[in-house]
């Protein structure tokens, strides 16, 4: 893949962020967290989705295809799952639909 197929660069720097809602990824994006980079899922959290890819309307499915998003690369830290066992419903960390050229590495998954 060319690298002018990522357009925004997003950064995540040292340190613990707690989420409690999805957040949403777009086409042409790189997410590059460091190393001691951690996206962890609060209580309130738990039945949401950490990440998940949108279109530029923020749509997250169109039917059919794979024409949602693409050249997405997700790279470094962690990505913590909080206590899912205290869930009451499932939900995944990552979550890819209607999607090509996703690239994920470099990173630690952890439920």
Do not use: C
């Amino acid at each position: 893949m060319a690298g002018d197929d990522f357009n925004i660069e997003v950064i995540v720097p040292d340190g613990t962020y707690y989420i409690d809602s999805t957040l949403y990824i777009q086409s042409n994006t790189t997410l590059r967290l460091s190393d001691n980079a951690t996206i962890k899922r609060s209580f309130e959290g738990l039945e949401t989705n950490m990440l998940k890819n949108a279109d530029a309307q923020h749509k997250t499915t169109n039917g059919k295809g794979y024409k949602l998003s693409q050249n997405i690369l997700i790279t470094g830290g962690v990505w913590d799952g909080g206590d899912i066992a205290e869930a009451v419903i499932n939900s995944n960390l990552l979550y890819f639909g209607h999607a090509k050229n996703i690239i994920i590495k470099n990173f630690v998954g952890s439920i």
